[in-house]
Each structure stands twice: as C-alpha cells, then as structure tokens.
C-alpha cells in the first residue's frame, strides 16, 4: 500500500481535522453498492474479473503485436487512453529493443498530429487497439476510419487481423462494426467508466504490448484493493480522501499533484481525469492540477510560494529510484559542486523535496506526501487502486455523483450540431 504523510497538512486542518468517521461511512456505502451511481462500481472488483476472463486473451494478443509489428496505434480518448499511456510512461518511458512503439491517436482533433503519426509509421508493419466504450466517441471515431484506411492500403484483405476493438459487450457502432469485420474484441465492463477502466484490456493490452508484465500488475491490484479494505483512519486512501476534502472545507479548492519522476507526466494526466470527471459537479469540486519537480519549480515555483492562496498539494515520491546515480568527484571543483561529489542523484532529488515541502508549507500551501516503494508493476498497481478508491471515497464525502459525467455531454452537442451532424439539434 502507499503511505501517506499528512505533516504537512495538519496545520491547515479546521475543526477536528479530517472526518474519518464520514470517510467510513462512504467506504461503506461504496462497498454496499448503496450509493450514488452504484451500478458504476465494478471496477472494485475489475482486477480479479479480468483474471478470471480476459487477462489470457489480452497477453495471446499482445504477443501475436509484438512478434509481427514494430508499432501499435492506440486510438481513444480520456478513460480510453490516459491510463495505458500513463503506465507506459511510468514503467517503460523508453522502449525496449524489442518493444513496439505505442503510439496514442484519436485523442484530439489536430491533423498535424495525425500526419505527424503516419510519417513516423513510415512502412513500420503496425497494429491498431481501438478503444471507445460508446463508440460513438468522434475524436476516435474519426482517426479510426483514416488508420483502418491505411491498414486496408498496406495490408488488404488482411487488414482486418490488424484491428483489436476494446468497446462496450453488446452495444455500440464499434461493436456492431467488430461483428461484422471479425476484429478480435475487449470488452469495457458495463459497471465500469472511462476513467476507473485501465485495470481492464483499456489499459492492459497497449501496457502488455509496451513490455509490461501486466499479469504482476493485475495481481498486485487484487492484494491492494483487499489490502485497502482497511476500515480505519490508517487507510491510506482515508486519509488522502479525508484530508482534501477538510483543506476544500477551508477554502482550498485547487490541487497540484506533483513528482519528482518526469515519466509520472501522464500518471499525473490519468488523476486529473479521475479526480476532475469525478468531483466537478453539481458547482462543486476541488480543480486538479500538475506540476513536474523540479524543473517546473522554476516557472510555476513562484505562484506555488506566493500566490493566490488557493492551493493544496499532493507530492508522489517513489522511496526507491530504479537506478544509483553517483555525483562525480572533479579534482578542479571549478564549478564548487564537490560538494555534492559521491552522492546519488537520489538522495539529492530526497534533500529538494523535503526543502520544498518545508519552504511550501511555510508559504502557505498544505502538503501531503504520497510514498510509492519504486516506480515499477506494483508501484503502478498500488497508485491506481489507491487513487481510485480515494476518488470515489472524497466524491461521496462532497456528496456528488463522482461515477457520471453529465457536463461532458455540452461541448459535444454544440460541436455536432455546428458540424451538421444528422439529427443533432
Ligand atoms: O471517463 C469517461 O467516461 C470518459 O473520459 C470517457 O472515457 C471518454 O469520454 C471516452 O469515451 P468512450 O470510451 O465512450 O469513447
């Protein structure tokens, strides 16, 4: 489980501080499916259902893509990509010699992206994972219909063995469209949104193709959702949960999560889908942010010390760096460094995030600090289940909805009728 420092929080705290009694009654409420949007709860359980029915068919795919293909083209957007993208990110910043590159498209309207990727895939022999539970989706519904385009230029008749559809069970143009051409289809569960969906093929199969062993992520999950059963205040998803909503309580609507790893940049993307679909509601919610430490501490440093005083902060620092760094010694010091000369660049990055914490805290800003062992399977695998059953623990004690996402639907309405959509009004 990851470990939470409220330190640096508590002498922001009002009242008696964090309500853990309220925290275990939404827990409670959760696990009893009594609660808003119960019937979106499925992904408590998601980790052992795809064991027990995807988790092969995931991993034959994943090999039949890496042993044929140098790219895969992973098409979709919010819930349907940011997971698999921040694991890929986090685990695998750089592909291994034997590793497709994964590419993510359909998530906006740019076509200088689009042509940027075909550029890039030259005459790679590629795969396409499409993923959309709707299927209705246009961005990747757009960028679907050119990449299926060229799989059909590049591999005829064939083209159709290319295509993996990770999509809703029964409904939907995607799955209809994936019976029809015979794709190899994923389901995304009912009981499941976008956004709490990367413990599924969503987020499994591009991982599986990255190289990562998603089998330790999968059963990693499973001991980390019974480990964060735990109904006490030392439940770490009670504290965060807890914590955040007394800081909102007192005026301080804005959260910047930050890391010290740069591959944490689209882990980071992935919480402010979750935290931001899910709490922004009903004129509610706490803004989420993020912030890359250090470099971004010299150009968003200043606002975060001397501000408006608005923000919190949630720090994610892996105990354990992957690799030992050490400074070297220089017999000349003439840079004056030596005194950094024999320690590992690990420590180092320890002492600046302590420093920051200490200077953040006095300027104001809570602090809470989110301890992950190392950036590996398990890290990632106690990161998604720790951040997911806090969201939902922190939406219940603000009292919304947090598994629907009504104010999604304005944009599009507006954009299809503006496009001359048939029948959009
Ligand atoms: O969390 C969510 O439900 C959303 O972010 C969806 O994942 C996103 O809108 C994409 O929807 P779909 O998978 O239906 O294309």
């Not at 959260?255 to 992935?270: D, K, N, T, V």
Request: glycine share 10%.
């Amino acid at each position: 489980m990851v470990k939470v420092d409220l330190s640096g929080a508590k002498q922001f705290f009002t009242g008696a501080g964090p309500d853990y009694a309220l925290a275990a009654l939404c827990h409670e409420t959760l696990v009893n499916k009594s609660g808003l949007g119960a019937d979106f709860t499925g992904w408590l359980e998601l980790p052992q259902r795809v064991k027990d029915t995807e988790l092969e068919r995931i991993l034959a795919a994943a090999k039949k893509i890496r042993s044929r293909s140098q790219a895969l083209v992973v098409i979709g957007i919010g819930g349907s990509y940011l997971g698999a993208r921040g694991a890929i990110e986090m685990l695998r910043p750089i592909p291994g010699k034997d590793d497709p590159k994964v590419f993510f498209m359909g998530n906006g309207l740019s076509a200088d992206a689009l042509s940027d990727c075909i550029e890039q895939l030259g005459d790679m022999d590629f795969d396409v994972n499409v993923i959309s539970k709707s299927g209705t989706t246009l961005e990747p519904a757009a960028a679907f219909r050119i990449f299926r385009e060229l799989l059909a230029k590049k591999y005829g008749e064939e083209a159709d063995e290319h295509i993996f559809a990770t999509t809703d069970a029964k409904r939907g143009v995607l799955k209809s469209l994936a019976n029809d051409k015979g794709w190899e289809s994923f389901v995304v569960p009912d009981d499941v949104g976008g956004r709490f969906s990367v413990l599924s093929a969503v987020g499994l199969l591009p991982m599986a193709v990255a190289g990562i062993d998603v089998e330790k992520v999968i059963d990693c999950a499973i001991a980390e959702f019974k480990a964060l059963d735990l109904r006490s205040p030392e439940n770490p998803a009670w504290q965060y949960a807890a914590a955040r909503q007394n800081l909102y309580g007192k005026g301080f609507d804005t959260e910047i999560l930050g890391c010290y790893e740069p591959s944490f940049r689209f882990m980071a993307e992935w919480w402010k889908q979750l935290y931001g679909e899910s709490e922004g509601k009903d004129g509610k919610g706490i803004f989420p942010a993020s912030v890359e430490f250090t470099a971004d501490l010299h150009s968003m440093g200043q606002y975060i010390q001397a501000g408006r005083r608005s923000l919190m902060e949630s720090v994610v620092r892996f105990d354990h760096s992957r690799t030992a760094f050490l400074f070297p010694n220089d017999a000349q010091n003439a840079d004056g460094l030596n005194y950094l000369a024999g320690r590992d660049i690990a420590e180092i990055a320890n002492i600046a995030a302590d420093a920051v914490r200490d200077a953040h805290v006095t300027g104001g800003v809570p602090n809470m600090v989110i301890h992950v062992e190392k950036r590996d399977e398990a890290g990632f695998a106690s990161l998604v289940c720790f951040f997911e059953l806090a969201c939902a623990i922190s939406g219940y004690m603000s009292r919304v909805n947090p598994f629907d996402q009504p104010g999604v639907e304005a944009y599009k309405k507006n954009m299809f009728r503006m496009l001359g959509k048939p029948g959009a009004v």
